[in-house]
């Protein structure tokens, strides 16, 4: 478990870079496919960024219900895997959006404990909220093409207003997507296959 205050470092670190919605669905769709019930994702995104198509992605690979959306106002969705999709008897996908909560203790008030063995657990907005959940995570931090110089200073700093991201659609543009693994279950970088191999 992750000790707070404790800076981690990451085991590994993949940038890739994409170009259009369809590949950032795509992207998610291969890594959706290699995930695992009690996987946790910490997701994190400015606005247009691509969480939800994303996410979108990942539950194609889960095989799970469609119909993604971002959690904003619910906090939580839960979206149960399809007996007769392309992983019956896989994880559900259990979407989380911390943009709201202050403090892990905060997230424990949502009783993710209750899910996060038997299902795969994505947070958005999660980093500095969820670390103590498990020992192993994967973080996965989108940037657009415009503010780059943004990268690692997503999340809203304490005490400022932030526009929320409630789009469904994500617009065709550059992207550049971070993959960082901690703890003995991300020990090695997620086999994406495709052209996601060859990507820096």
Same mark, same amino acid.
């Given at each position: 478990?992750?000790? +707070?205050? /404790?800076?981690?470092?990451?085991? &590994?670190?993949?940038?890739?870079?994409?170009?259009?919605?369809?590949?950032?669905?795509?992207?998610?769709?291969?890594?959706?496919?290699?995930?695992?019930?009690?996987?946790?994702?910490?997701?994190?995104?400015? !606005?247009?960024?691509?969480?939800?198509?994303?996410?979108?992605?990942?539950?194609?690979?889960?095989?799970?219900?469609?119909?993604?959306? $971002?959690?904003?106002?619910?906090? /939580?969705?839960?979206? %149960?895997?399809? +007996?007769?999709? +392309?992983? %019956?008897?896989? %994880?559900?996908?259990?979407? /989380?959006?911390?943009?709201?909560?202050? $403090?892990?203790?905060?997230?424990?008030?949502?009783?993710?404990?209750?899910?996060?063995?038997?299902?795969?657990?994505?947070?958005? &907005?999660?980093?500095?909220?969820?670390?103590?959940?498990?020992?192993?995570?994967?973080?996965?931090?989108?940037?657009?093409?415009?503010?780059?110089?943004?990268?690692?200073?997503?999340?809203?700093? +304490?005490?400022?207003?932030?526009? !929320?991201?409630?789009?469904?659609?994500?617009?065709?543009? %550059?992207?550049?997507?971070? !993959?960082?693994?901690?703890?003995?279950? &991300? $020990?090695?970088?997620?086999? !994406?296959?495709?052209?996601?191999?060859?990507?820096?």
């Amino acid at each position: 478990m992750s000790v +707070p205050g /404790v800076a981690e470092r990451p085991t &590994w670190e993949q940038t890739l870079r994409v170009t259009t919605a369809d590949e950032t669905h795509a992207l998610g769709a291969a890594l959706g496919a290699e995930l695992q019930a009690g996987d946790l994702l910490v997701l994190t995104g400015e !606005l247009g960024a691509g969480k939800t198509t994303f996410t979108q992605g990942l539950g194609e690979g889960l095989g799970v219900r469609a119909g993604i959306i $971002s959690p904003t106002f619910v906090l /939580v969705r839960i979206h %149960p895997n399809l +007996p007769d999709g +392309p992983r %019956p008897g896989g %994880p559900d996908l259990v979407h /989380v959006d911390a943009y709201r909560l202050g $403090s892990a203790s905060e997230i424990d008030d949502i009783d993710l404990e209750n899910t996060l063995d038997s299902s795969v657990t994505v947070v958005e &907005w999660g980093r500095g909220r969820v670390e103590h959940l498990s020992e192993s995570r994967l973080e996965v931090d989108l940037h657009r093409a415009i503010g780059l110089d943004a990268i690692g200073a997503a999340e809203p700093m +304490p005490g400022h207003t932030e526009i !929320l991201d409630f789009d469904t659609e994500d617009l065709d543009e %550059p992207r550049t997507i971070v !993959l960082r693994g901690f703890g003995p279950r &991300w $020990s090695m970088k997620p086999v !994406l296959g495709g052209a996601f191999e060859g990507t820096p």
